[in-house]
């Protein structure tokens, strides 16, 4: 496990919180073992920090309760959604309660006129998703694991169909939170646009439960398109495949997914999802719009990939075959692990202008290859994001050092490419070191006076994007 | 006029800075009497508060001397880009120093293969506009006015386009901006998305130059359209119009505009640009696409016109005849002020969730004709945001204080039904006693903290967005 720093605890502090929490909560506040051990990082290689208890609250009323009383006692609380952030989100480097979100589940309301709804916290999103199909809408943002929106907003997810649909940015249009000092705010209201004040919505998406715990988020919907047809097309490089991606964002064709595999990952992906894929560079596409919109967008893609030397192009409207065409792509995470069994997986998650992209996966390619590291590809390429998901033996001191070297190579890479180290997995523990390369020092300043003005005890989820 | 508070001036201050400045920019420092009043606030109901003097920065490091200056001594700096905003944003209600952009006005650079540029403040989006179009790319937001880049993102401008790409918010990847200490800071890569840190993109767009000044925008673009359609219909009522935009948006037909002119507001435009169209309500659309796909969008829209009684349907890819409906969209507001010569004009700005659409625009004009007020009715519909321009004789005291009563009425009617009071003007000083009635108390409070963290001496465009 990679090491991630211990800060000090307040050891009267927690003491106090975990006795008064206890007597209001009873059943819904634990302090066994394995219950912190499950809600400190598990996913990762940073080692685990669990927290000292974890409380389940059922309103916004419990969350506020909880706040209030780790704020009088200056205790960390560390929002919990399903434990599936990459980044050492939901460790407790200083102790504290851990606040799982799980039972604030309800679908509040929906809004079919204006294409909005409002959630809680923990509602996932294949939850929201089959809430919705009968309605004839969906919730876009997918970022392959079934998390909480709340965690999702929390971290600015995204995924395989933010090329057309944007990231949670773009898709969340309020959220109401519990803020440090225990005020409830909510940032907007329902409207599809606003110039009304400082843009606290934005502040709050991305800002990974530093400053205040989601309670309720309010979210654009789109409806389900009248045709979907996904397609696939093999290249003889990732080269051609990204120069092809380039050309089809460059031409304005409205893709809802353009997904890149390279070799190893299909070989991946066939062994464990018993597919047949050619093993050579594959995009994975889904076009969504009228009927004939999708055959249009089919036809132009096509001209496109057999100009930079795409082979095997073939398109389907059939559900099943579809389906089993993107579960095999969201299983990419497990096939992955079973072509080293035993070992453990560290992804990537740089993201860089789209004209940087082949360079950027060609150099990732080159030094894994040098490095002999077994590590598949796969990106999110219509955006200039891909992962790199090494597979190392932990126990092995020689390939996590180099594992290290490798992730802190290809995230200033990336930098220098005008690019950034976390696409949509966000800074946590992990990517701290990055930001001010990223940004430079005075822009985290700025960050690190934001916290202080609206968490001055440094109370929420503390250890993560910034030193405080 | 309106008025608007004055705050207290820091008169030794003030007079310290005019010495300095004076000095350092010799001929591109003014005090002029007509030149400080052009710099104040000009083209609202609100009164003029003129600065003490302008200065016309050429460069980043001009930006930062002067707010250095202003910093030391406590002097308020107000960003001025065009002056066509329309909330008191300009005004100087302490006094101090107009820092005039439009000398920064370079385009920075074009990255056609990511679709983004980078461009000075002062850069007006039709001067980027010629400058992109032999590049087969354009800027998409259209405020109507010739605003500059950075006036824009400081309101978090949007306009016609809005409700196929977004508002400035959505199209700003990133800003440098010189905050009130004098860092500089960049608030994020050219990468297209990211998750990294707080979102100081768009914490810094829509800060009315509240918090720093921005001295470089990064923008994406757009490829132009293969093809581009304009269509007209009337609706025998603003109601039916409504509905049938509610019921586009809902079909998910990617219209690139949407407007809806109220009859008033044909009439006024027929006799201003020379036009014949019917005196009815009037919705202007306009698509983009492929040759196919625009044909589609105009059937489609069609049909659903048709069914809400929409008649004299026309659609037409002609660039003349397209421009001039379009020039007479963007004329609307000469065209009203001719209705009724030497009147002002005062626009609303509210925005609400397409289902309450029809519902705000009859109660708004239900009140108009109560009160005889002489107002079109002019909306970028697909967003659910729509302006009244009401003619008002300033010198009229009881016009005046009916039309301030009908403001306020509007904005609170619009907020009852979890809308906004500002969709794309801003908050400036006119609407400042609006946003804890939007928002909340503690939501405000919140951007208080955030004010008096990066600000505190409250140095950055004092008087607008919030009381500190």
Request: hydrophobic share 40%; net charge negative; charged share 20%.
């Amino acid at each position: 496990m990679a090491n991630v720093t211990a800060l000090p605890r307040n050891e009267d502090g927690i003491a106090s919180v975990l006795g008064v929490l206890k007597q209001q909560f009873g059943e819904r506040f634990q302090t066994g073992a394995s219950v912190r051990e499950q809600h400190g990082h598990t996913t990762t290689w940073l080692t685990n920090q669990s927290p000292d208890a974890v409380v389940f609250p059922k309103s916004q009323d419990d969350v506020a309760a909880i706040i209030k009383v780790c704020a009088t006692h200056k205790v960390p609380v560390i929002p919990f959604g399903t434990g599936t952030s990459l980044e050492g989100h939901v460790n407790a480097p200083a102790g504290g309660i851990s606040v799982d979100v799980s039972e604030m589940n309800a679908i509040v309301s929906v809004h079919p006129d204006d294409l909005s709804c409002v959630v809680q916290p923990g509602v996932t999103r294949e939850q929201l998703n089959t809430y919705l199909r009968d309605k004839g809408l969906f919730f876009p943002i997918d970022p392959g694991a079934n998390a909480s929106l709340g965690g999702m907003a929390s971290t600015n997810a995204s995924g395989t169909n933010a090329v057309r649909y944007g990231t949670m940015k773009d898709n969340v249009l309020a959220v109401t939170a519990v803020m440090a000092n225990g005020d409830v705010i909510r940032t907007a209201q329902r409207a599809k646009k606003s110039s009304a004040g400082y843009d606290l919505t934005r502040l709050m998406v991305g800002s990974e439960g530093t400053l205040g715990l989601i309670t309720e988020i309010t979210l654009k919907l789109q409806g389900i398109p009248e045709a979907i047809s996904s397609a696939r097309c093999v290249f003889p490089s990732v080269d051609a495949a990204c120069q092809t991606v380039m050309q089809v964002i460059q031409y304005g064709i409205p893709v809802a997914r353009i997904e890149l595999l390279d070799a190893v990952q299909v070989r991946a992906c066939n062994a464990y999802s018993k597919l047949d894929l050619p093993e050579q560079p594959l995009l994975l596409l889904e076009f969504h719009g009228s009927d004939a919109s999708v055959l249009e967008q089919a036809e132009m893609f096509g001209a496109i990939a057999e100009e930079h030397g795409g082979s095997g192009y073939t398109s389907t409207t059939s559900t099943e075959e579809r389906n089993k065409l993107w579960q095999a792509r969201h299983d990419a995470y497990w096939a992955t692990l079973q072509l080293r069994p035993g070992a453990s997986g560290i992804s990537t998650d740089v993201c860089v202008p789209i004209s940087r992209l082949a360079d950027c996966v060609n150099a990732a390619r080159a030094r894994l290859e040098e490095e002999k590291f077994l590590s598949p590809i796969v990106g999110h390429v219509g955006d200039g994001n891909f992962h790199c998901l090494l597979l190392i033996d932990e126990q092995n001191e020689d390939e996590m050092t180099r594992a290290a070297a490798f992730v802190s190579w290809l995230n200033e890479l990336a930098i220098s490419m005008d690019g950034t180290c976390t696409g949509e997995h966000g800074i946590g523990q992990g990517k701290m070191a990055y930001l001010s390369k990223e940004l430079g020092q005075e822009t985290v300043d700025m960050m690190v006076m934001i916290k202080r003005a609206l968490d001055p005890d440094n109370i929420m989820n503390p250890g993560k994007i910034i030193a405080v």
